[in-house]
């Protein structure tokens, strides 16, 4: 009898152990790709990488500005474009929980979630760069806006449903009209949800190359014309790490530095900032 | 003076109603726009895919052999790419999701270290797919070319293992958060039942909540396989890109998404860009039908 116990006892530790164990080796590849980047990259940013555009194959030196520039324009004005039509789009599904038109669009807000970057990619291919004739930065943010909706859209939606229906409707009873509740009383409570929600779909975004491949397809040159190709920091990664160049490597680990400890960042920023709000409310 | 007063107030309210049909209008017409996108993106995949599914039948997804410049397409290689990579890292994520989502679930819901393990998880799945693909290609690929000497193997370092690897870091973080959801929803009673029993705490795991979450734990299995056959860009640099039917796990090969990344700009005729826009509109469909299954039986779950 005791020796059954002791036997199921120590089971029970070793299964513990094993788990933990198993649980952390998770860390391992997150700390050494940061280790790894940070020390590859470190060594490459300078002023002239941050300030030149990349030389030809040959030459050593230059910079990476037309990416940086690039990925902020590209991603600004998809948020631009995403924003508003997500948060109104979380609006409406937590107003209306039921009815056949909600049930849909929740339907295809999910099934967007799910479509692979790459499909998404082809789609505004021929929805704008088919019909204009020439790749642009304008139809990568549109891809990349696609790809912001259902996480803006959740999120908006998840954090609107958690507020009291009483604010709404002593807003309603002061006989403030409709839009000017919901503007004014229920997005304002749920203003750390729906930032975090913003911040999250950025960083989701500012990383992704493969809607972009077929959009803004990447320059060489510095662009700031929305309606012609633009390079973005994950274009440049991908195109310059797959190439046989060390001197283009060199540009892609900075690059891939600095993108790295961007989406980071963001990522860090949306989890303090959310916590903070929290505590207001 | 009152009279200007009332107009004045008149005016305003009017106004106010106008704005207010306005907005409920803007916000259904919001609503409509998401079904419009949704099917905009697959009637664009049909229509565009017409002139493959038209010369090539359906024996395209069986064809053996793809190659553009004789105008021979067979997806046969992709697909048999794809399901290897992904079934490949979902076998080998499971260990660690489930050691996580127990951990994190059951172990140590709270404290630093479950705190630290849960901001990991969160960053892990935040770190863009290219610079995966960018550490695969550089650190990755000659570790396997290693092992692949060891094992005497042809040492490509490149293809479907590596590209599994790579795919099992990036999809652990998805099963792993959600099978910690389910796991923290088992009811306390239960376990502490099995407790009062005399269970120990790796019997309470196996035998309560194991199979409580079990249907939850599955859900979250299918949402990683979604994400892992629609993963593109990592997969692009390490796979090999090669139209061959891989001959061994360590063979170099070509996922569906990765061909569409590599090929797409270059197809220069109609059937050839068709046939391309036909894998996507597959992986669509697929990813699509795997998301709504796994979120359908979340929804059971949760609702329980």
Redesign the interface.
Known sequence: MQVRVKY??V??KL??A??????????L??I??IL??FKEGITKINWTFLTHIPKPVGESGGGIVNALIGSILIVFSASVMAVP?GI??G???S??KTGR??Y??RL?????????????G??V???IVKPIGSFSAISGSVALA?MM?PIL?RSTEETLKLIPFSLKEAGLALGL????V?LKVIVPCGMSGILSGILLSV??I?????PL??TA?GNPYLNTNMTKPMQSL?LL??NY??SPYDDWHDL?WGA?LI??FT??LL?IIT?LTTRKWNVQL | MTSIAGTKREKNSSGQIRAEALFKRTLVLIGCAMVVLVLGILLTLVIESIPSLKSLGLKYLWGKTWDPVNNVYGAFPFLLGTLLTSFLALIISIPFSFAIAIYLGEYQPKGWLSNFLKNTVELIAAVPSVIYGFWGLIVLVPMVRTLEIKLGVLPYGIGIFTSALILTIMIIPYSASLGREMIRLVPSQLKEAAYSLGATRYEVIRSVVLPFTKSGLFAGILLSLGRALGETMAVTMVIGNTSLIPTSIFAPGNTMASVIANEFTEADHTVYLSALIELGLVLFLVTVVINMVGKRIIKRFTNE
């Open positions: 199921r006892v089971k029970s299964a513990q094993l788990i933990v164990f198993l649980a952390f080796v998770i860390t590849p997150l050494a790709i790894y980047i039509v109104l789009c609006i409406y599904l107003e209306n038109l909600s849909w669009s295809c807000v999910d099934v967007l979630q799910g479509v692979p970057s790459i499909v998404i082809i789609v291919y021929f929805w696609i909706l859209i009209p409709y839009h000017r919901i960083a989701r500012a990383g992704e190359t493969a491949l077929f397809f994950p990664i991908f790490a797959t892609a891939a993108l790295l989406v980071l990522n989890k």
